[in-house]
DNA sequence: GGGAGAAAGTGGTATATAGTGGTTCGCCGG
DNA sequence: CCGGCGAACCACTATATACCACTTTCTCCC
């Protein structure tokens, strides 16, 4: 499970650390792909394949389900931790995420997430937003 | 059960005491939260787990659902205590609650609750106004 | 009621490891 | 054959965590 969110630099070459208490989650393959909110997800092998799953099994004559698997295949990218426990994110998925020198990563339960810090700022605003929060946790009955 | 509350200093690096009485409590994994009024939570794994379940199995395409995914998942974190009997507070939780050098652990039953002491003091005071007590909780009917 | 001992609470220090940056080596292209 | 780019390796620095020692408070016994 991740959770929590990190703060990390990313070099010129594209390198993040990927934080130490998700590594050991990290095992298998990994998969980068880009978000729904300008921003970048990591996915390990089971939650990519059940996105996956769900994808293709979706109409191919529907133009939404092109679209969206269009989205996820052509921008996704299977991704190696190296020995220091780094991953290199590719220049076009840099620039999807707008990301420069650092970079927030936010677990987010089955996945992580990786955002530029001014998009993160922003997202985590709306996120601190009491009243809708009240409305968000009204679905959940907790 | 937890109850009551108690005065404890947090240090510079966010250690805190969880108190004797609620340690033989929280044998198992502890997982510590963002709760609904600037103050924190902490949930045995049972209750976290629950909540978990519920989040994950909403859909990835629902924007709602994402932010609430995060909102839950980037504010939690899996702590433990310490051969001392502290847990360590991560520095983007203290700030959600105000937290300094000074919290109140307040048992709530299945939980309990991490409060800087302003912001518990302000609680306090509305819990200790008798007339509007009288009107709040008869709508509760219990 | 007082004293002693044990447990709870607090703070500091050291060390392992997480994190960062640089350099070299190899491969591919010109 | 030479040059450039990319990827892996290596070394250093900063930080987080675990360990240790001390103080204070509470409880039990005399």
Redesign the pocket.
């Known amino acids: 499970m991740f959770l929590g969110q990190?703060r990390?630099?990313v070099?010129d070459?594209g390198r993040?650390?990927?934080?130490?208490r998700f590594r050991d989650m990290l095992t298998g393959p990994i998969y980068l792909t880009q978000g729904f909110d300008q921003n970048l997800r990591v996915l390990p092998e089971a939650a990519f394949v059940s996105i996956y799953e769900r994808v293709t099994e979706m109409s191919t004559t529907n133009p939404t389900a092109r679209q969206l698997r269009r989205l996820i295949f052509s921008t996704a990218q299977q991704v190696?931790i190296?020995?220091?426990?780094?991953i290199?994110i590719p220049k076009y998925l840099r620039d999807v995420a707008s990301l420069n020198d650092e970079a927030i990563v936010v677990g987010v339960g089955e996945a992580l997430e990786i955002w530029s810090p001014d998009a993160w700022e922003t997202q985590n605003q709306q996120l601190q937003d009491a009243e809708s929060n009240a409305e968000r946790f009204a679905a959940l009955d907790i």
Chains 1, 2 share one sequence.
Do not use: E, Q, T, W
Not at 82 to 86: A, E, Q, T, W
């Open positions: 990190y990390h630099s070099d070459k993040m650390i990927v934080p130490a190696d190296d020995s220091n426990g780094r290199l």
